[in-house]
T-cell receptor
C-alpha cells in the first residue's frame, strides 16, 4: 500500500514569490493534516481536514497561507507571498479518522527554502 | 491548550545500552500518547503508542510507560543498535478529534 505522497521534495524560491505543495493521503484516510517543522523542532499543526472540511485552521497564517482539499482526497497548501521565516519542512499526514483512530502517517515532506 | 516538554534534547549511548526519553504534558484530559522516529530526510514514523487507560506497553525492544497522575510518559529502548540513531518525538492528544501536539524531539546517537 502506498504511503502519504508529497511533492515536490525540495523547493527554493525568492521571498515574495508564491509556492504550492501537494499531498496525496493514504487511500481511504478521511483526515488530512498539514504540519510545519522548523529546524530542530517538532511538527506544528497548520490545518486539519475531515474529508473536504477544514475543521481546525486556527494556526494557519491566513494572510498568506491557504489550503484546499477538493473532493476530500488530495490537498494543496499555498503560500503567497513567501517570507524568509517560512523556510521549513512542510509535512502532510493522514489518518483514518481523527475521532476514532489517532494513528497519523506522515509523508516525507517538502523542504522549503526562501532566499 | 496542550503543551508537551521533552528531555533530553540529545542522547548518546553505546551499542547495547538502554536509552530513555521522557516527556511531560499539561492537559489532564489528554488520552493518547504516540512516539515517532524521524530519520534524516524522512517524515516521522509511528513506532509505538499508548492510551491513558494503560500504564505500560511493550513491542520487542521498545516500551512506553505512562504516569497519568504525574502527567509524564517515557520511551525505553533496550539493546540499542546503530540503526536506532534518529530523532524521536513524543506527542499528546487531548479530546478525540483534536490534533497531536509534539515535543521538540530528542536526537539519539548510538555508537558501535
Amino acid at each position: 500500500e502506498a504511503g502519504v505522497v508529497q511533492s515536490p521534495r525540495y523547493k527554493i524560491i525568492e521571498k515574495k514569490q508564491p509556492v504550492a505543495f501537494w499531498c496525496n493521503p493514504i487511500s481511504g484516510h478521511n483526515t488530512l493534516y498539514w504540519y510545519r517543522q522548523n529546524l530542530g523542532q517538532g511538527p506544528e499543526l497548520l490545518i486539519r481536514y475531515e474529508n473536504e472540511e477544514a475543521v481546525d485552521d486556527s494556526q494557519l497564517p491566513k494572510d498568506r497561507f491557504s489550503a484546499e482539499r477538493l473532493k476530500g482526497v488530495d490537498s494543496t497548501l499555498k503560500i503567497q507571498p513567501a517570507e524568509l521565516g517560512d523556510s521549513a519542512v512542510y509535512l502532510c499526514a493522514s489518518s483514518l479518522s481523527s475521532a476514532t483512530n489517532e494513528k497519523l502517517f506522515f509523508g516525507s515532506g517538502t523542504q522549503l527554502s526562501v532566499l | 491548550g496542550e503543551n508537551v516538554e521533552q528531555h533530553p534534547s540529545t542522547l548518546s549511548v553505546q551499542e547495547g545500552d538502554s536509552a530513555v526519553i521522557k516527556c511531560t504534558y499539561s492537559d489532564s484530559a489528554s488520552n493518547y500518547f504516540p512516539w515517532y522516529k524521524q530519520e534524516l530526510g524522512k517524515g516521522p514514523q509511528l513506532i509505538i503508542d499508548i492510551r491513558s487507560n494503560v500504564g505500560e506497553k511493550k513491542d520487542q525492544r521498545i516500551a512506553v510507560t505512562l504516569n497519568k497522575t504525574a502527567k509524564h510518559f517515557s520511551l525505553h529502548i533496550t539493546e540499542t543498535q546503530p540503526e536506532d540513531s534518529a530523532v524521536y518525538f513524543c506527542a499528546a492528544r487531548g479530546q478525540a478529534g483534536t490534533a497531536l501536539i509534539f515535543g521538540k524531539g530528542t536526537t539519539l546517537s548510538v555508537s558501535s
